[in-house]
């Protein structure tokens, strides 16, 4: 047997330690795990409620179209629903867009440190990935810029980036859009787009109006709360939604997501209490590395990138030991750093009072 060559040299995708294996593991009964950048507050008690409703329809094959999510998500958004386009997750909606669009030789374009899934899903079909280095953890649209040529067909363009946090803003996307050929798919991926507080932050779906090679990935993994649901939406131009659809598996999203996705998109209060709660967990983390003298990027989703000043490993693996879970900057590239996802208030204080212990410990050595 032999699989595709371009596929051998490629990683198996290594998650997070789930939370039983670290009970186990080090003989703990509390486990934090701020990891995978989780809502700490769970869902919509209405998304559990329509997936309840639901259970009666087990035996039946989910709406391939998600017809009623989708003229849902296009009324809210003021786009038609020939416009959207429903993913196992957005995971989902990258791998097919670098089905649709992608073939061998082919260039896409992306930073350096960002969603790996952009990266992985054009090397399966054989692309050029050109990584263009942040610029203070942020994307430099200039640079990126220059190595567009006739042979590229996609810039990624992670905003707020995973896993710096920071974003590019409306202005500087919109300079961008204005300069790159029209051949080139930019996808905006705005899987934190509804924690942004930044007034700056793009409007997506202005830049959508203006440039037809814009496509908008967003999910309901993150401030909806269902991950485990695996749902996410693009939001594009009709002709490039229709190429992604004929690259679509026929019933890529189950009744249980597209149920609890419809009654999520209802429930605004919900997003609303979850963006404040995580705007105070940043503002309360930003003020403990202050104090503590760490360095951070600032933070736009729900997640923040912290410099410890000491190897990373050493900091994940002494913070695991005490029941506390991060993502290592070890396995980003970022040596002595930390990706940190906000939690609740008492995970929050947990995680400081860990990593201040932890620092200052004589365990680890500087
Ligand atoms: C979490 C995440 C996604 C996708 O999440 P899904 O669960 O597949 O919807 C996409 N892009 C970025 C940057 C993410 O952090």
């Given at each position: 047997m032999?699989?595709?060559?371009n596929?051998?040299?490629?990683?198996?995708y290594?998650?997070g330690?789930?939370?039983?294996?670290?009970?186990?593991e080090?003989?703990?009964?509390e486990v934090?795990?701020l990891?995978?950048?989780?809502?700490?507050?769970?869902?919509?008690?209405?998304?559990?409620e329509?997936?309840?409703?639901?259970?009666?329809?087990?035996s039946?094959y989910?709406?391939g179209?998600?017809v009623?999510?989708?003229?849902?998500?296009a009324?809210?958004?003021?786009?038609a629903?020939?416009?959207?386009?429903?993913?196992a997750g957005s995971d989902?909606?990258i791998?097919?867009?670098?089905?649709?669009?992608?073939s061998?030789g082919?260039?896409?374009?992306?930073a350096?440190?960002?969603?790996?899934?952009?990266?992985?899903?054009?090397?399966?079909?054989?692309?050029?990935?050109?990584?263009?280095?942040?610029?203070?953890?942020?994307h430099?649209?200039?640079s990126?810029?220059?190595?567009?040529?006739?042979?590229?067909?996609?810039?990624?363009?992670?905003n707020?980036n995973?896993?710096?946090g920071?974003?590019?803003t409306?202005?500087e996307?919109?300079?961008?859009m204005k300069?790159?050929?029209?051949h080139?798919?930019?996808?905006?991926?705005?899987a934190?787009?509804?924690?942004?507080t930044?007034?700056?932050?793009?409007?997506?779906?202005?830049l959508?109006k203006?440039y037809?090679?814009?496509?908008?990935?967003r999910?309901?993994?993150k401030?909806?709360?269902?991950a485990?649901l695996?749902?996410?939406?693009?939001?594009g131009?009709?002709?490039?939604?229709r190429s992604?659809n004929?690259?679509r598996?026929?019933f890529?999203?189950?009744r249980f997501?597209?149920?609890?996705?419809?009654?999520?998109?209802?429930?605004?209060?919900?997003?609303?209490?979850?963006?404040?709660?995580?705007?105070v967990?940043l503002?309360y983390?930003?003020?403990q590395?202050?104090?503590?003298g760490?360095?951070?990027?600032?933070?736009?989703?729900n997640?923040?990138?912290?410099?410890?000043?000491k190897?990373?490993?050493?900091?994940?693996n002494?913070?695991?030991?005490?029941?506390?879970i991060?993502?290592g900057g070890?396995?980003?590239?970022?040596?002595?750093?930390l990706?940190?996802?906000?939690?609740s208030?008492?995970?929050?204080?947990k995680?400081?009072?860990?990593?201040?212990?932890?620092?200052?410990?004589?365990?680890?050595?500087?």
């Amino acid at each position: 047997m032999q699989p595709k060559k371009n596929i051998v040299h490629l990683p198996v995708y290594q998650p997070g330690k789930p939370i039983e294996e670290v009970k186990r593991e080090f003989g703990l009964t509390e486990v934090t795990k701020l990891a995978s950048n989780e809502n700490p507050y769970g869902c919509s008690p209405k998304a559990k409620e329509a997936i309840q409703a639901e259970m009666e329809n087990l035996s039946l094959y989910p709406d391939g179209g998600a017809v009623v999510l989708t003229n849902a998500v296009a009324a809210k958004f003021g786009v038609a629903p020939d416009q959207v386009i429903f993913g196992a997750g957005s995971d989902e909606i990258i791998l097919m867009l670098a089905r649709a669009f992608l073939s061998s030789g082919d260039e896409n374009i992306m930073a350096t440190h960002t969603f790996p899934q952009y990266k992985h899903n054009a090397e399966i079909e054989g692309a050029v990935t050109i990584e263009v280095p942040l610029v203070n953890g942020k994307h430099d649209l200039p640079s990126m810029l220059e190595k567009v040529t006739e042979r590229t067909k996609i810039v990624w363009i992670c905003n707020p980036n995973n896993p710096t946090g920071t974003i590019v803003t409306h202005a500087e996307v919109k300079d961008f859009m204005k300069k790159v050929a029209p051949h080139v798919l930019v996808v905006l991926d705005e899987a934190y787009v509804e924690y942004s507080t930044d007034p700056e932050f793009p409007d997506g779906l202005q830049l959508l109006k203006e440039y037809p090679n814009v496509i908008l990935l967003r999910t309901f993994s993150k401030i909806y709360g269902l991950a485990s649901l695996r749902i996410g939406y693009g939001i594009g131009r009709s002709e490039v939604i229709r190429s992604i659809n004929q690259v679509r598996e026929p019933f890529n999203t189950t009744r249980f997501a597209q149920a609890a996705a419809l009654a999520s998109l209802e429930d605004d209060e919900f997003v609303a209490s979850c963006r404040e709660a995580n705007r105070v967990g940043l503002n309360y983390l930003t003020s403990q590395f202050d104090r503590i003298g760490l360095s951070y990027f600032p933070a736009n989703g729900n997640f923040i990138m912290v410099d410890v000043g000491k190897p990373a490993a050493d900091i994940f693996n002494a913070l695991l030991r005490k029941g506390m879970i991060v993502r290592g900057g070890h396995a980003l590239d970022f040596p002595t750093s930390l990706r940190v996802t906000v939690g609740s208030q008492e995970q929050n204080e947990k995680f400081i009072r860990d990593l201040e212990e932890v620092l200052s410990g004589a365990a680890v050595q500087a």
